[in-house]
């Protein structure tokens, strides 16, 4: 199994800081990475693809970089909006997993 | 608009049954394929289960195998998680999720999830 490391695993920022997430794939991914934002009590929700393709309606102020087995998620400038929990998944083999999560909080 | 809304889920005793449901709408479903992810209180999210578009290719986490069953009916936009052998570890919210054909995007559409609570 592909094992996901997510790094941090809690980041305190404020209002316009930018933000980086790391995540290492056990093992070569390719390209075959995404990136998700979550709220309490609300469902995922995708922000990355393919590691680095901005799905449809996100931010630009979010990107995604990297392939292999090292990833970024970058937030250029943090808005009030983008305090919540971020999760990478492999999408390259079975069983897809998840990084452990990134919790960012307001500072 | 695009959607899908799960139910099903509710509090069980250790050894029982349930069985999920997401109905798709919006969008058509039998072009693409679902999963089954679940989220532990407090905890990351963990997948459970992938169904292709025609439910001709299943893969489970080794967590649920020989104990979930995933299935779908095309005709009815509806995909199912038949759960057995329920344990206090399985207690989750479940969220349906769907993936692009190809599974290029990543799963680009959630429900809102279902509570399922194993306890006596």
């Known amino acids: 199994d592909i094992q996901m490391t997510q790094s941090p695993s809690t980041l305190s920022a404020s209002v316009g800081d930018r933000v980086t997430i790391t995540c290492r794939a056990s093992q070569s991914i390719s390209s075959w990475l995404a990136w998700y934002q979550q709220k309490p009590g609300k469902a995922p929700k995708l922000l990355i693809y393919k590691a680095s393709s901005l799905e449809s309606g996100v931010p630009s102020r979010f990107s995604g970089s990297g392939s292999g087995t090292e990833f ?36 | 608009e695009v959607q899908l809304v799960e139910s099903g889920g509710g509090l069980v005793q250790p050894g029982g049954s349930l069985r999920l449901s997401c109905a798709a709408s919006g969008f058509t479903f039998s072009s693409y394929e679902m999963n089954w992810v679940r989220q ?21 986490a080794d967590s649920v195998k020989g104990r979930f069953t995933i299935s779908r009916d095309n005709a009815k936009n509806s995909l199912y998680l038949q759960m057995n052998s329920l344990r206090a570890e399985d207690t989750a919210v479940y969220y349906c999720a769907r993936e692009s054909p190809g599974r290029i995007y990543g799963m680009d559409v959630w429900g809102q999830g279902t509570t399922v609570t194993v306890s006596s």
Do not use: H, M, R
Not at chain 2, 41 to 60: A, D, F, H, N
């Open chain 1, 72 to 107: 970024t998620l970058t937030i250029s400038s943090l808005q009030p909006d983008d305090f919540a929990t971020y999760y990478c998944q492999q999408y390259n083999s079975f069983p897809l997993t998840f990084g452990g999560g990134t919790k960012v909080e307001i500072k």
């Open chain 2, 40 to 60: 532990a209180p407090g905890k990351g999210l963990e997948w459970v289960s992938y169904i292709s578009s025609s439910g001709s290719t299943i893969y489970y």
